[in-house]
Each structure stands twice: as C-alpha cells, then as structure tokens.
C-alpha cells in the first residue's frame, strides 16, 4: 500500500472521528435541553441533565476541534482516547443508577464515541508510522 493511499485513509479516519464526535456532542445537547428523553435517575437525587447534557456536549465538540486541527498531535490523540475510554466504562458503570439502564439515545452515543476512539487509534498508529495525516482540508496538493 502506498503512503498516499495510507494518508488518505487518515484523513478519512480523521473525518470520521470529527463527525462521529459532533453527532455525540449534538445528542448530548439534545438530552440536556429535553428536546430527548433518556429516562430518569433511580437515585433519590436529580441529576441536571441540561448541565450535563451542555458539559458533554462541549466536550465533543473540543474532541472533534482537536482531532481537526492537530490530528498528529501525541497528547491530544491520547487525550482524546482517554476521554472516549472513560464515557464509554461510566455509562456501563452507571446503568445500575438509572431507569432504563440502556436506552436508545445512550447506546447512539456510545456507538458515534467507540467509532471516535477507534479512529483516534488508528490516527494514533498511523502517526507512529510516520505516515502524514495533517493535510489541507479539500484534499488537494500540498
């Protein structure tokens, strides 16, 4: 496979995270304003999903601004999959706290935040092989 073919199976990789990161920011958004439903909590304390649903939703798009902008960057392709990691353990953590423990909204989440963090691991491999995944963004010559 040639390194051409390899840098434009990063960027691919790259847009993909970007997009996938954005969709879980925007349904995010959408459980903190009400606009979805995701349940409730089976604690005797509420949690404030408009507060958790916009701090969620910043995250993401932090996530995606960074996977954009420094997509070779060591600390933020780790950063990104720390992140990912633990969202992905803390909604299994937390299932036993809420009423139903897996719903629809939560499991598109996770599915956009897995496809995040497989990219980012890929990014991340590519990185260490030395392929260049930071090109311009319409695709053409450098």
Do not use: C, H, N
């Not at 999959?81 to 423990?101: K, M, T």
């Amino acid at each position: 496979m040639s390194a051409s073919i390899l840098s434009a199976t990063a960027r691919t990789a790259r847009l993909v995270a970007v997009l996938a990161s954005l969709a879980a920011g925007a349904i995010y958004l959408f459980i903190g304003t009400g606009v979805v439903s995701v349940g409730r909590s089976t604690q005797d304390a509420t949690t404030d999903l408009f507060a958790f649903g916009v701090l969620m939703g910043v995250v993401s798009l932090a996530i995606a601004v960074g996977v954009w902008l420094l997509p070779a960057s060591r600390s933020v392709l780790i950063g990104v999959a720390f992140l990912e990691l633990v969202a992905l353990i803390g909604y299994v953590a937390a299932a036993g706290v809420r009423e139903p423990p897996f719903e629809l909204w939560g499991l598109a989440i996770k599915f956009f935040q897995t496809t995040v963090l497989i990219a980012t691991v890929y990014l991340f491999s590519e990185r260490d092989r030395g392929i260049s995944i930071a090109s311009d963004v319409t695709g053409g010559a450098a």
